[in-house]
């Protein structure tokens, strides 16, 4: 009898594990990838022999935001913002471009007011600056409320799509770590986003960016997951402000926290958080920063972790920044694509 229940259970941990194999080998296997994630599409020098060096063909490129109307047109209830525009030198030749678009939540309750405007708006930008798609990626921090509004824009793109671009268009969607716990949406496969998995509005965290505490509560869900998926995993930092009550004032992403601030006048808390120490500041204007940024050590942490209860996963790193990437040296960053 025990013999029989050890067999059970081997035969089942091996059949999880052919689960997640296969489902592997059903994603492209061609390159490794990256996310570009700013409003003008150009690369520098760095970027572009970072791109070379790392094997890099596929890039996730944000196309345009999709949010709830405020008061730009009145007869639409849902507009593009953030449209990205591209660099005239730049040829996308030999390169696999995924146009990503990010629908805030409140948007998304709305998908027929811009289903057909959204896939039209992507053929004519990939039209315009001659780039050739075969795939569209969708990022929604979509809940239980707008599960099914979501999957049924999903369902109702893949059509508006094909009838533009003349072919089937593959679909993908980003997962974020609660999302693990719901039906997979009807996706070709996801891209698990292990990062911005804290609070960053929270005076008391310590790294909203990445911190395996968040992670490890849903690492239980993999097992099981019942769809292909690629791992994200962040390569960038910000800085987050308070005021002198430590209430949260603003995500600032815009500025290098030891080259473009006075650093005389901060004083070092420990753990990434800096107070301002001049006399002059205002009540409710930031008297403490919360510099974050993830070390590789994490990033790998994370990413075993992760692969430990899934299986091997292609990698895509956010984002394409030479600022960013500059502070991981090249076996670190061959480390989180292996």
Sequence with gaps: MKKSIAFCIVLL?????CQHKNLYNTLPQDENSVYFWRTWYSINDYERQFLSDNHIQTRYIRFFDVETNQGWRDEDKCVPVATISFDNDESFEDVHVVP???????????????TDHLAHRLYAMCKKNNITINE?????????????????????V???????????????????????????????????????????????TKNAILD??????YTKYLKQYKLPLKLALPCYSWNVEFDATKKFVRLNRHYDLYNDFDTTQLKNLGGGLYEITSEDVPDKAVKYIRHEEVSAETILKVKSLVEKNYG??????????????????????????D
Aim: aromatic share 16%.
């Design 13 to 17: 941990v091996s059949l999880t594990g």
């Design 100 to 114: 990503v678009v990010f629908i805030t939540p409140e948007a998304i309750v709305e998908y027929e007011s811009f």
């Design 136 to 156: 569209v990626q969708f990022d929604c921090d979509w809940t239980t409320s707008t599960h099914d509004a979501y999957f049924q824009f999903i369902k109702d």
């Design 158 to 204: 893949r059509s508006a799509l094909k009838n533009y671009f003349g072919k089937n268009i593959k679909v993908s969607s980003t997962i974020r770590l609660h999302q693990l716990a719901q039906t997979p949406p009807d996706v070709d496969y996801g891209v698990l986003m292990c990062y911005n998995t804290g609070d960053f509005k929270d005076f008391k």
């Design 212 to 217: 395996i505490k968040d992670v490890q509560p």
């Design 312 to 337: 091997k996963m292609p990698v895509v790193l956010y984002h394409l920044d030479s600022v960013q990437l500059s502070k991981y040296n090249s076996d670190e960053i061959k480390a989180f694509f």
